[in-house]
Nanobody
Framework: QVQLVESGGGLVQAGGSLRLSCAAS????????MGWYRQAPGKQRESVAS???????NYADSVKGRFTITRDNAKNTVYLQMNSLKPEDTAVYYC??????????WGQGTQVTVSS
């Protein structure tokens, strides 16, 4: 199995920045795609950004130009650098990792709150 540990959430003023991290550990066969999702109160979980094993990235339109997803394959870790944060970015952020052997896993979630 694969365990995911997220960190980096918190409270920030509008216009500020935060960096989320998600480290995978356990019996990892090989990690394919890694991604970040978020869920605001009363809303469905949505994809924020994803990155393939080869480094190709994809972003939701709402975060393009403000968020950057990167990964460190040696550390099995994915990052989400969030700049120019807006109140509408407030949500619980979850990382998702696709392992070649075990399938898809979710992190425990980390709260990001952006005050206006």
């Amino acid at each position: 199995q694969v365990q995911l540990v997220e960190s980096g959430g918190g409270l920030v003023q509008a216009g500020g920045s935060l960096r989320l991290s998600c480290a995978a550990s356990g019996s990892i066969f090989g990690i394919n795609a890694m991604g970040w999702y978020r869920q605001a109160p009363g809303k469905q979980r949505e994809s924020v950004a994803s990155i393939t094993s080869g480094g190709s990235t994809n972003y939701a339109d709402s975060v393009k130009g403000r968020f950057t997803i990167t990964r460190d394959n040696a550390k099995n870790t994915v990052y989400l650098q969030m700049n120019s944060l807006k109140p509408e970015d407030t949500a619980v952020y979850y990382c998702n990792v696709d392992d070649a052997g075990w399938g898809s896993f979710w992190g425990q979630g980390t709260q990001v709150t952006v005050s206006s």
